[in-house]
């Protein structure tokens, strides 16, 4: 017999699992490979005048597929004879790529029942590793056609896009976690990140980059959108212009609409203020467009503004920014001074303004890489600088951040602090209580026992605590930032409508004292915290008891004798009703031999009558 070995069988299940990954990266590669494939060759079948073969068709495809990564394109047929390069990378087009390496590397991670999974380096390795050997063969396959890679942008950015995107997918099949680092890091670092308060403070901070680098992206896109409708028709000669037949249009109408992100970033840097470059003599910027500009015939080009200084309609653009800052500010405030939490748990004052430079800091950092994405050279000439000035986007989005952000937070920060603001949080403990913030804050409060009203007072009393209830819970609604005075017109309301319904409705009677085997509990009462009275008591008849009576003599008789007779009424009712009180209120002892008081069980199995509880008693 073969004994099996536990070491080896583990060994080969490892390999299995990293050989599983290697193919998801490969696959991954090809999906998208083939899915450019085909939208070139539906385009170059549809053309009335093709250029090249279908091997051109497939280099071409493979030379775009490899410039969606970030690798940089030249074209060695031109007009000059010199090769020109192409740097302007679609950004739409990167979305596919980045997205089915992220799927292969969380799938390759992620363990399954039935099959072996291999470490998360091992997974981020060999999911790079099969994406990478399908992009060094579509650059062998691209040399010979129209637009060639550049071997040096091979490593970088297309190698490191397709490790980014692997490690965002393994990381996300672990939960994304903040840690552990690595065991080089500084120790004050794995500290900071074991604290969850640091990781609060973190996801507070992108979170609001994040909102901040969305806005500017929609700005941007908003003023390319008004521009665009401006210069209709400029827009529409240049897209008649470019293509006769329906397929050079269409494929016109693919190639602006994987330009729409990198226009959007154009408009964002225009609205911050450096703007962008339209060659090497031309800049446009808000105050105007100042040089000559080199621009080629394209649709989306007929939105870059007119030449001279600009107008008021032009320095319209910079609320982009302010908005972009207003907006990491109010996330920013939202995190700092939450409706639901006490004052205890309010950030200070330095901690918001740390985090709101911190979001400001990623947003100029975000903002940076993405312009200088969106960039990039068109030729040797004139065109090598051509698009959005990244190193100076980024300043100017952090500058306006920081600088619109930080007095926007404090402001937000103290106007949601603010006294008539807290009033309705009658729902937080420790909210509204006088030195909530304290150390000893926590101790439950100690509360002298109140004095027993008086029945004249009773109600009285009653009535306004009643009044003050309902004042209270209309005011303990939030109220909306756009309206504060509703609350305060509520309130009012309330108030009044309590008081008028209290002095209508008679109060009930004081609930009686436990006795000394009650169980905990049983003296809750209307004035404990977490009673809640009914909104009205019945004042009609139909409740009263000679109506009861009779509405039960009544049922008793259609029933033919087989429903017994009319309750009796509980001793302990009738004790309170019947039991005289002294001049303070209390009720007066009760002599256990008054006839009132119930049957003795020993009367009761001697066949004795009981004494009925309704008949009058003979007065002493």
């Not at 536990?6 to 990293?18: I, Q, V, Y």
């Not at 083939?34 to 068709?57: C, E, F, K, N, Q």
């Not at 495809?61 to 990378?89: D, Y």
């Not at 008028?500 to 009686?512: F, I, K, L, T």
Request: aromatic share 6%; hydrophobic share 45%.
């Amino acid at each position: 017999m073969t004994q099996r070995n536990p070491k080896a069988a583990a060994e080969r299940n490892r390999t299995l699992a990293l050989a599983s990954a290697l193919v998801r990266g490969a696959v991954a590669a090809g999906l998208g490979l083939g899915s450019l494939t085909v939208l070139v060759m539906v385009v170059w079948i549809s053309s009335p005048y093709p250029d090249s073969g279908p091997g051109g068709a497939l280099r071409t495809a493979a030379g775009v597929w490899l410039l969606a990564h970030g690798a940089g394109i030249v074209r060695p047929e031109t007009l000059s004879g010199v090769p020109a390069p192409v740097g302007v990378v679609p950004l739409l087009l990167v979305v596919g790529p980045v997205w089915l390496a992220h799927r292969a590397a969380r799938d390759a991670a992620e363990p399954e029942e039935g099959r072996p999974s291999p470490s998360q380096t091992g997974a981020f390795c060999a999911v790079t590793a099969g994406y990478l050997l399908v992009v060094a063969g579509a650059a062998a396959c691209a040399r010979g056609g129209s637009l060639r890679p550049d071997p040096d942008t091979l490593v970088f950015p297309v190698a490191l896009v397709v490790a980014g995107a692997a490690a965002a997918g393994v990381w996300t099949a672990a939960g994304r976690p903040l840690g552990p680092l690595p065991s080089w890091s500084p120790l004050a670092l794995h500290e900071a990140i074991a604290r969850t308060l640091f990781r609060d403070r973190a996801e507070a901070v992108c979170r609001s980059a994040a909102v901040g680098v969305t806005v500017l992206l929609g700005g941007g896109a908003l003023l390319v959108a008004v521009a665009l409708g401006r210069n209709a028709g400029a827009a529409q000669d240049a897209f008649l212009g470019l293509a006769g037949d329906w397929s050079g249009r269409f494929a016109v109408l693919l190639l602006a609409a994987s330009l729409a992100p990198n226009a959007a970033l154009w408009g964002a840097s225009y609205g911050l203020g450096p703007g962008f470059s339209l060659g090497t003599g031309a800049t446009a910027t808000p105050l105007g467009l100042h040089g000559t500009p080199s621009v080629p015939h394209f649709p989306l080009l007929a939105a870059v503004p007119d030449q001279g200084p600009g107008s008021p309609l032009n320095w319209a653009a910079l609320a982009v920014p302010v908005t972009a800052a207003l907006a990491v500010a109010w996330f920013t405030a939202r995190r700092a001074a939450p409706a639901d939490a006490p004052r205890a748990q309010v950030w200070s004052r330095r901690e918001t303004v740390r985090v709101t430079l911190l979001a400001a800091l990623a947003c100029g950092a975000v903002t940076g890489l993405l312009t200088a994405a969106a960039g990039g050279p068109l030729g040797t000439g004139a065109l090598r600088e051509f698009g959005p000035v990244w190193w100076l986007a980024g300043p100017a989005a952090l500058a306006w951040t920081a600088g619109v952000g930080v007095p926007a937070v404090l402001l937000l920060r103290l106007w949601r602090l603010r006294t008539p603001g807290w009033a309705w949080r009658r729902d937080v403990p420790g909210a509204d209580v006088p030195g909530a913030d304290a150390p000893g804050a926590d101790a439950p409060p100690v509360t002298a026992p109140a004095p027993t009203p008086t029945p004249a007072r009773a109600t009285t009393s009653r009535e306004g605590a009643e009044a003050a209830t309902g004042a209270e819970a209309v005011i303990g609604r939030p109220r909306r930032w756009w309206a504060p005075w509703r609350g305060r017109g509520r309130a009012t309301d309330a108030s009044g409508d309590a008081a008028r319904a209290a002095s209508s409705v008679p109060g009930p009677e004081a609930a009686p004292e436990p006795g000394p085997g009650a169980p905990a509990g049983a003296a809750a009462g209307r004035g404990d915290a977490g009673f809640e009275p009914y909104d009205f008591l019945p004042t009609d008849p139909w409740h009263g008891k000679d109506f009861r009576e009779a509405r039960w003599a009544s049922l008793k008789r259609n029933s033919g004798g087989l429903m017994a007779d009319f309750p009796a009424e509980p001793a302990a009712e009738r004790t309170e009703r019947t039991a005289p009180t002294d001049p303070v209120g209390r009720a007066a002892p009760i002599d256990p031999a008054d006839p009132a008081d119930p049957a003795d069980p020993a009367d009761l199995a001697a066949g004795r009558p009981v004494p009925d509880p309704d008949r009058p008693r003979p007065t002493p």
